[in-house]
């Protein structure tokens, strides 16, 4: 694994945008992975902003997101399609078709699965994904478990990923129970993948996953096999490493 600790927020975002952007300036056609949350939010305001400068174009690029809430239309505020397609696809003028995320409202949820799964595979597989990571350890929606989960799937969140989801609904109980999500193999058959937390919060998880063994009770910590991971960190959530 590869460390980029930085002094603070700031570094950390630039340092996350610069490898993204130096991904696609290498690779105009890199198949993205994108996540959601609150993490990868001024990321993405970087690479607005670099691409409104001219340094890196998007044109080319295919991207894919790691997951998405069962039951929200993608008209929801709330929605992952909602949120990518405001904080990032748009303002990179993304045309319709380039972006991907598993539809949440299918009617056969199980084959929406294996359809977003064949899809990443005709796309060659992901280039570089980034990750947040839960507070229990969770890449995309995958959940401490008692084995690593394959494929994209249907995962029941836990109550501390509803818990902390809350703030973003009326309620609690507005709060989804499920979400679509790629699977711990369909993530490490990225060829990168960049990790990246702010803030002293995290500082546990980010001990226990790249710090303690690999288990699926800590997903994360499967990153530790992966050849080519790089964690990007601001000094707060690198504080107990
Ligand atoms: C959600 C997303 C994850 C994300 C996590 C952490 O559960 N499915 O992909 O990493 O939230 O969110 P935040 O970045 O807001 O801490």
Redesign the pocket.
Known sequence: MHWIVCPDRQAQTKACAAIIAAQVLQKPDSVLGF?????PLATYRELIDLKRAGVVSFELARTFN??EYVGLPIDHPQSYYRFMWDNLFAPLEFRPGQAQLPNGMADDLGAECARYEREIESAGFIDLQL????HDG????NEPADVFSKDTHVETLAER?ID??RRFFATRDEVPRTALTMGVGTIMRSRRILLTAFGADKADVIREAFCGPVTPRVTASILQFHADCTIVLDSEAASKL
């Not at 996540?35 to 993490?39: D, F, I, Q, V």
């Not at 990750?131 to 839960?134: D, F, N, T, Y």
């Open positions: 996540a959601t949350g609150s993490t790691l997951d990750l947040g990571i839960g969770h890449i995309g929606f990923t902390a989801n």
